[in-house]
């Protein structure tokens, strides 16, 4: 029997009733007929490693950037652990990181037996601590690594002091949450030594799988890191190092070309939403038990992540009531780095950075991508509201 249009399975409706902490397919969706035909063209040329689309790519990265180079590589953590390499960082060598990050920050640094030494953050922005850099650099410091937590930028005019003045040590920005973000009118990548980015699918500019991506202004690092990625061979067979295999997919720099141009008007829907939430938790008085996050002045955050403080120890519960709602919220990030069992040879303890291990109690997540509408941003604000037992009483503006 011929199948019949009711014999298929029905394409799911968008469920109304609950709100996804993020949904790809609604930025992916619209740009399909152009990604297909990007992926075709690669799929075409039969050049997929490298070749004219990754070219492209990193030249068009590198504009968007405000740096002379950008290289491409298979993720953001080869990207760190890259710009590591290429800096020559080994044993006995001391690499200044943030322990309320993402898990690669860190493992770049322990890959190369090199050694993590963690700061603790700012309770404001959940960026690092320029003063705790400060007491942590030894004759052993080389490199710093400040974070770009969720879209904003560190406080890189003070470490960028901090770091000339011990000594000119390079300063990696890790930049992979922060793709377009400002500091002092200048953009994430431009302000350190290297930017190291990623591309992940969850990230401001995601692919299609996995990418990454380093910047910088030093013609002699961009040539070292284009050699390191590619198995240390300069030219082919001829090894002049070990490096490892890590480049970008031609596949995936089309798409990305595909979605670098409408990044922006992605921030812009971020910044929109950030704004929102902001307006109605002043105006509910939700702001009493949940402190939202700070932009500093002379940062523009492109907001990967909207985290905001929930006081009182009521986080778990709260996300609890959201996810019977089918409300997305999520912990970024529950343990922090220096607590973690694989990084118990370092000796860290409890209690050794309590800004960070208090902000791993209280921070909850909240969905801000463009394609939230305003009627489920309503949802989130009025299912916070319930459990705080505000009335949300949510006046048509
Ligand atoms: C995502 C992320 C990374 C790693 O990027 P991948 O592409 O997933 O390897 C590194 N650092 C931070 C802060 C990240 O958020």
């Given at each position: ?11 799911p409706?968008?469920d109304?009733?609950g709100?996804?902490m993020l949904d790809?397919n609604?930025?992916?969706?619209p740009?399909?007929?152009e990604?297909s ?5 690669v799929?075409a ?6 070749g004219?689309?990754?070219k492209?790519?990193e030249?068009?990265m590198?504009?968007?950037c405000?740096?002379r180079?950008?290289i491409?590589?298979?993720?953001g ?16 060598d ?7 990050t993402f898990f690669?920050?860190?493992?770049s640094?322990t890959?190369?037996g090199?050694?993590?030494?963690f700061?603790d953050?700012v ?14 650099i030894?004759?052993?410091t080389k ?6 937590l ?5 406080n890189?005019?003070a470490i960028n002091?901090l ?8 300063v990696i ?5 922060a ?6 009118h200048?953009?994430a990548g431009s302000?350190?030594r ?6 992940y699918?969850?990230k ?7 990418g990454g991506?380093?910047t ?7 040539d070292k ?5 590619d198995?240390g061979?300069?030219?082919r067979?001829?090894h002049h190092e070990?490096?490892?295999n890590s480049?970008l ?5 089309a798409?990305l070309s595909?979605k670098?141009?409408?990044?922006d008007?992605?921030?812009a829907?971020?910044?929109?939403n950030?704004?929102?939430?902001a307006?109605e938790?002043?105006r509910t008085g ?9 932009v ?8 990967n992540?909207?985290t905001?403080r929930?006081r009182d120890g009521?986080?778990d519960?709260l996300q609890?009531h959201?996810a019977?709602?089918?409300?997305g919220a999520?912990v970024y990030y ?18 050794s ?6 902000a791993c109690r ?8 463009e394609?939230?509408?305003t009627d489920?941003?309503t949802?989130v ?14 006046q048509?503006?």
């Amino acid at each position: 029997m011929a199948p019949t249009d009711t014999q298929l399975t029905p394409v799911p409706m968008l469920d109304v009733l609950g709100v996804p902490m993020l949904d790809v397919n609604r930025q992916n969706g619209p740009l399909q007929e152009e990604l297909s035909a990007a992926l075709a063209a690669v799929c075409a040329s039969g050049a997929f490693v490298n070749g004219p689309a990754v070219k492209q790519f990193e030249e068009e990265m590198a504009r968007y950037c405000g740096t002379r180079h950008a290289i491409g590589c298979a993720s953001g953590s080869d990207a760190l652990l890259l710009a590591l390499m290429a800096l020559g960082i080994g044993p006995g060598d001391e690499v200044i990181v943030p322990s309320f990050t993402f898990f690669a920050t860190a493992s770049s640094v322990t890959r190369l037996g090199a050694t993590p030494v963690f700061t603790d953050i700012v309770p404001e922005t959940f960026n690092v601590d320029p003063g705790d850099i400060a007491r942590k650099i030894t004759p052993r410091t080389k490199a710093i690594m400040p974070v770009h937590l969720f879209g904003q930028c560190a406080n890189m005019g003070a470490i960028n002091t901090l770091a000339r003045e011990a000594g000119r040590i390079p300063v990696i920005e890790d930049a992979a949450q922060a793709i377009g973000a400002e500091f002092e009118h200048r953009r994430a990548g431009s302000l350190g030594r290297m930017g190291c980015f990623s591309f992940y699918p969850t990230k401001n500019l995601g692919g299609l799988g996995d990418g990454g991506l380093i910047t910088t202004d030093n013609t002699e690092l961009a040539d070292k890191l284009r050699i390191l990625r590619d198995h240390g061979q300069h030219p082919r067979y001829y090894h002049h190092e070990v490096g490892i295999n890590s480049r970008l997919d031609a596949l995936q720099a089309a798409a990305l070309s595909v979605k670098l141009p409408r990044l922006d008007s992605y921030a812009a829907g971020r910044q929109k939403n950030a704004q929102a939430y902001a307006r109605e938790f002043a105006r509910t008085g939700l702001d009493s038990r949940i402190a939202i996050p700070t932009v500093k002045p002379g940062c523009a955050s492109v907001w990967n992540q909207f985290t905001v403080r929930v006081r009182d120890g009521e986080r778990d519960n709260l996300q609890k009531h959201l996810a019977e709602r089918k409300i997305g919220a999520a912990v970024y990030y529950p343990v922090p780095l220096h607590l973690q069992k694989c990084f118990a040879f370092l000796g860290h303890h409890e209690g050794s950075l309590p800004v960070t291990e208090l902000a791993c109690r209280e921070v909850l997540s909240l969905p801000i991508y463009e394609c939230l509408t305003t009627d489920e941003q309503t949802q989130v604000i009025g299912a916070i509201a319930e459990y705080f037992g505000f009335a949300a009483n949510r006046q048509a503006a």
